[in-house]
């Protein structure tokens, strides 16, 4: 296989699932920032001008943007090799898909901007890296962290909820923690599609920023851990003794992995339920858009309980693209693994999540997301 350039940084939440899935998959690769002329002159025509990482590029110049295309394009290559067989395993791995990329980013935008004394010499030194060496390097760097520092309090990362967020965090990773005791993996010995999605915010954010991943070393040693499993080509599950690389048989779910999903639960379903009510909305007043229409990043925002706490979010269609490829696995099920599939949400406390959809699908052209 030739090699891959993959445009990204080590800050980069997204860039951190596609690159542990090259790591994981075997596929020789180089990590450059996306700063260029190369990059401008060559790559962004072929990503719709869309500059979001991660990007890969092949030695041919085929260039894949986003980490669930650039997955999806070498499981298929690879027989889907990450990608669990079995109903209950394989709509877990695909619901983790989403709650990596999605579901954890308040948590992930708080603990990175709102502790600028631990953080601010570590941030400033990352974001200044992707900018060329020119005389206003300092205050373009200040620019964009200032833009990152808006985005997250977009996702309601502010004071008023600073203590919601850090509440179910804790418990999050305590749960996770419990998980990664018993096993090396979500699923077993084996990472999957679930992995990869977790591991976003855990490795460019929550398990790497100073405060962050002071948590994880002091009060979640095992998923610690399980970042550092993510990030090497072997399996390093040593301390769980030999073993072969599979997910667990006859498709079991642990009851851990169940605790962690309805803790997960608790903010996760009424914010996905409350942004399809904004979207939806949103695409009645624009139901003329032609097909292809690419699909922006939010379309406002919406307000949901967790807690008895209201919080206020922007409602991303992303969400909703990859939540829909569990949907469209379920529905494909035949009877009675769907009806399996559909009593494992039920016990995760995320049954309704069958029954939230956009009233559009969604899909790729050019690169980029699109409104069918």
Not at 1 to 21: E, I, Q
Not at 72 to 82: L, N, P, T, V, W
Not at 109 to 118: A, G, I, K, L
Not at 296 to 324: C, N, S
Request: proline share 7%.
């Amino acid at each position: 296989m030739s090699k891959v350039t993959l445009y990204g940084s080590s800050l980069s939440l997204y860039t951190g699932r596609a690159r542990s899935y090259l790591i994981k998959a075997g596929i020789p690769y180089e990590e450059t920032l996306p700063n260029s002329q190369h990059f401008q002159e060559n790559v962004l025509p072929k990503m719709g001008e869309r500059r979001s990482i991660p990007v890969t590029e092949t030695e041919e110049g085929e260039v894949i943007r986003d980490g669930a295309a650039i997955i999806d394009h070498y499981e298929a290559i690879s027989g889907q090799r990450f990608s669990p067989a079995t109903p209950k395993q394989k709509t877990l791995s695909l619901l983790f898909d989403v709650i990596g990329t999605e579901g954890l980013l308040r948590p992930a935008m708080h603990y990175r901007w709102d502790f600028p004394e631990e953080n601010l010499d570590f941030l400033t030194f990352h974001f200044e890296s992707f900018i060329p060496p020119i005389p206003d390097r300092k205050e373009k760097a200040e620019e964009q962290m200032n833009r990152m520092r808006g985005a997250g309090q977009s996702f309601g990362a502010i004071p008023a909820n600073f203590e919601l967020i850090e509440s179910l965090y804790t418990t999050l990773i305590e749960k996770l923690d419990q998980h990664f005791a018993q096993f090396p993996y979500l699923l077993g010995n084996k990472p999957s599609i679930g992995d990869f999605g977790l591991i976003a915010p855990f490795f460019g954010h929550l398990g790497r920023d100073p405060v962050a991943i002071r948590l994880l070393q002091t009060k979640a040693i095992r998923l610690f851990r399980w970042v550092e499993r993510m990030n090497r080509p072997d399996p390093d599950f040593g301390e769980f003794g030999p073993g072969a690389e599979e997910y667990l048989p006859g498709d079991e779910i642990p009851d851990s992995l169940i605790e962690v999903l309805k803790r997960i639960a608790i903010d996760f379903m009424p914010e996905t339920a409350a942004a399809s009510a904004t979207i939806n909305q949103w695409l009645e007043e624009n139901q003329k858009m032609p097909s292809n229409t690419v699909a922006e990043r939010h379309v406002g925002f919406t307000e949901f309980d967790a807690m008895g706490t209201k919080v206020q979010a922007i409602a991303q269609p992303y969400r909703f693209y990859l939540l829909g490829r569990m949907q469209d696995y379920i529905d494909s099920l035949p009877e009675p693994e769907k009806t399996d599939a559909q009593k494992l949400l039920q016990q995760c406390g995320m049954d309704g999540l069958l029954q939230i959809r956009l009233t559009r699908q969604m899909g790729r052209h050019d690169n980029r997301e699109v409104w069918l």
